[in-house]
């Protein structure tokens, strides 16, 4: 059984932010969304997980956009974990740690319950969408009608007010909502809403129907 030995934690350091630097040829990119939600969660619950570096050079393979918005919130030091590593490790590092975030699988029910004890206003600083935050804190996605593989049923509904927003209205089974969210996130745009997303791409889909009278 591997143990944390003195010599795992003697590797983290409190050191002067411009000391480090950020990986310059690093593919994962900043929205402004991302930066106001890290901002977001450092104001509200503080800078809990130290940065990972190489020590060879000091550059980051962990933390860079956390790094980025630490100075323009004015952190003077930060927490660092420095590790030896060459530079293919540090590739490996990089690219592993952003993919291993996202093949966790979401238990609905239990983000659910997530959902509710956290509240709209805080879900909305880290960056959800209005959207999924509603469906989500309905009172139970079980009770929504059940649509099989994402059809839609006879129950939606568009409606347009006066303001000119306009509200779609899909009725999702829980097991289903997970892949809507993310085929509806592959195809949207910047800042685009999910009602938005769906609207304008039926629209489109309708208007390069050969079919339509």
């Not at 993919?99 to 319950?113: F, S, Y």
């Not at 600083?125 to 469906?135: H, K, N, P, R, S």
């Not at 999702?172 to 949207?188: P, T």
């Amino acid at each position: 059984m591997k143990e944390v030995t003195a010599k795992d934690l003697a590797q983290y350091k409190l050191v002067n932010i411009d000391s480090i630097k950020p990986y310059d040829k690093n593919p994962y990119t900043m929205t402004d969304k991302a930066r106001e939600a890290i901002k977001f969660s450092i104001e509200k619950y503080g800078f809990n997980v130290p940065l990972v570096v190489r020590q060879e050079d000091m550059t980051i393979a962990s933390g860079n956009k956390r790094w980025a918005v630490m100075k323009e919130m004015g952190y003077k030091q930060v927490i660092v974990n420095l590790k030896a590593m060459s530079k293919k490790e540090f590739a490996g590092y990089l690219a592993a740690d952003n993919q291993t975030n996202k093949l966790a699988q979401i238990d609905n029910e239990l983000m659910d319950e997530l959902f509710e004890q956290i509240g709209e206003e805080e879900l909305q600083g880290m960056g959800f969408g209005l959207d999924e935050i509603e469906a989500r804190l309905a009172s139970d996605l079980e009770d929504i009608t059940s649509m099989g593989e994402l059809e839609i049923n006879e129950n939606v509904s568009i409606q347009n007010q006066e303001s000119g927003v306009k509200m779609l209205q899909l009725f999702l089974d829980s097991s289903n909502f997970e892949k809507f969210i993310e085929m509806v996130n592959a195809i949207s745009i910047e800042g685009e809403s999910i009602t938005d997303t769906v609207v304008r791409t039926v629209t489109k889909a309708y208007e390069n129907n050969p079919s339509k009278s």
